[in-house]
């Protein structure tokens, strides 16, 4: 080894200096423009952090992909089948005429929308794939109400910063942010194929988050709430997933 | 001690150490990671689309981490896919930019122009078959073998860093749905999700087969003494073999 001279010592100072000055900046400038998830404590933080930031700069407004209607999947996978008696199955036969989706949170007006309030509002038509983390995927035509909508209806406060959307299965839940919440293709989905959604496939209300994996595409939405901050949900993680190990950003 | 020349003189030189050393623990952790997710749905497609409900183009004949895929087997594995999951992008993004600093140093340095790229000469499918009828023949190695790579090495050197691993992050990145929104060409150029998929498993065991080739040629080498070189960047015996070429070295490792 050579013995440390004061040149080279003064070099590293600088450089050392330089480093930590540029990593506090860069996550001064991280957190300012929302580019950090709140999944970024732990072992794997700095992975998710440098995915998500890099996307959310990369695709804040950019369209998943939409396909011709000949590719919609003959055959969808479900995925789980839910067990009897349990979740939305008591109300499949009312015809889901008592379903509610609460909105609250960070908004001007509270809401609690029927089925038919959302249907009332505009609504859109889309194709395009869901992609399991497993690795399977199917093409079906989705038909609902971008989330947007639902958003403007009850009045986002402009400090607003994530959607956590809730499920009638307790255990799932998730949270996106604005850009994703106000994504033209977020859609609270209650039809699928031309037809109404299945509840094997999330009927009668499931979020579609298409630039996401499936599973921040949660089944039997119930409450939706705007907030700016995910750490009273939960254990603060930002949704059930990394509670479970998983990521909460799934646009990977 | 004229070696693979770097600006230290030392067999390699410290980038080189340590972005190889680097790549290895990214790799192994993708490696293991990617095996785990694979297990989740151990079947592949080619197109756009495929799940349980569509014929597979292969499966690989394994118990499965999620009861709802078809194995044959009874048993249902754990669910390792949280952790693999994010181990596996995590090693990514360090095996990316361990990967751009080391393109950049070999291009900077010259590494790339005196070390990897095969010179004039040797640019021809009979250098390529004299390497192979030298090892085949176990021929006493040639003056220089132990200073530097013969074609082959630098072919398959090459085909690692300029083919293999931007292929496999191409397919990687052509699985993320966000990514695809803002580049939509990456997926469909390959022929759509699950060929990206499939494409990915492939290129993945294109490089764990140069994986075993290496390891197999360093042992073959000498295995202490080639990692130790990695490590410390010293050749134990350099000035030896330099004063006695009979004991130089039969081939490096790949």
Same mark, same amino acid.
Not at chain 1, 106 to 114: I, N
Not at chain 2, 31 to 47: C, D, K, Q, T
Not at chain 2, 157 to 175: D, E, K, M
């Given at each position: ?24 900046? *860069? ?226 | ?93 360090? *095996? ?36 192979? *009828? ?121």
């Amino acid at each position: 080894m050579k013995p440390l001279s004061r040149r080279r010592l003064i070099t590293t100072g600088i450089a050392a200096t330089a480093g930590v000055t540029g990593l506090t900046a *860069a996550a001064h400038i991280a957190e300012r423009y929302g580019l950090i998830p709140p999944d970024h404590t732990g072992l794997y933080g700095p992975g998710e952090t440098l995915t998500y930031a890099s996307q959310r700069l990369l695709t804040k407004h950019s369209l998943a992909r939409e396909f011709p209607r000949h590719m919609i999947s003959k055959s969808p996978f479900a995925n789980e089948t839910i067990p009897p008696g349990s979740a939305p199955k008591p109300h499949q036969t009312t015809g889901f005429s008592d379903w509610r989706l609460e909105v609250n949170g960070m908004v001007a007006h509270p809401a609690s929308l029927s089925l038919a309030d959302l249907k009332a509002l505009p609504f859109r038509s889309q194709i395009t794939e869901v992609a399991c983390e497993e690795g399977w995927s199917y093409i079906a035509e989705w038909i609902g109400t971008p989330l947007i909508e639902v958003l403007n209806a009850v009045g986002v406060l402009p400090q607003a910063r994530y959607v956590v959307y809730f499920s009638i299965q307790n255990d799932w839940w998730d949270s996106i942010d604005m850009a994703d919440a106000l994504h033209p293709q977020t859609l609270l989905t209650w039809g699928m194929n031309d037809g109404d959604l299945p509840v094997s496939f999330g009927g009668p209300l499931r979020m579609r988050v298409p630039r996401q994996l499936g599973y921040k595409s949660v089944k039997f939405i119930t409450r939706l709430a705007v907030t700016d901050s995910l750490k009273p949900f939960g254990k603060g993680l930002g949704s059930a997933a990394p509670e479970g190990g998983y990521a909460w950003y799934a646009g990977i | 001690m004229a070696h693979l020349s770097n600006p230290e003189g030392s067999r390699h030189s410290a980038v080189v150490r340590i972005t190889h050393w680097l790549t290895v623990i990214a790799f192994l952790a993708l490696l293991v990671s990617g095996a785990e997710i694979v297990i989740s749905h151990p079947r592949f497609y080619w197109g756009e689309i495929g799940n349980v409900n569509t014929a597979p183009l292969f499966t690989i004949p394994i118990p499965s981490s999620r009861a709802t895929v078809p194995t044959g087997y009874r048993y249902v594995m754990p669910d390792q896919n949280g952790w693999s999951r994010y181990l596996h992008f995590q090693a990514a993004w360090a *095996a990316v930019l361990t990967g751009i600093a080391y393109m950049l140093y070999i291009w900077w340095s010259g590494h790339l122009r005196k070390d990897l790229l095969p010179p004039p000469r040797d640019r021809r499918w009979r250098a390529y078959r004299d390497v192979f *009828a030298r090892s085949l023949h176990h021929a006493p190695p040639q003056e220089g073998d132990a200073r530097s790579y013969n074609v082959v090495q630098r072919t398959a050197y090459l085909s690692v860093i300029f083919v293999l691993f931007p292929l496999v992050i191409w397919t990687g990145l052509a699985l993320s749905p966000a990514f695809n929104s803002a580049v939509p060409i990456a997926v469909n150029a390959l022929g759509g999700r699950q060929s990206a998929r499939t494409l990915h498993f492939f290129v993945s065991g294109a490089l764990l087969l140069f994986l075993i080739v290496h390891l197999a040629m360093v042992i073959q080498a000498g295995f202490k003494k080639r990692t130790m070189a990695m490590i410390t960047g010293r050749d134990g015996e350099a000035h030896e073999s330099m004063e006695h070429p009979k004991s130089l070295e039969p081939q490096e490792g790949l």
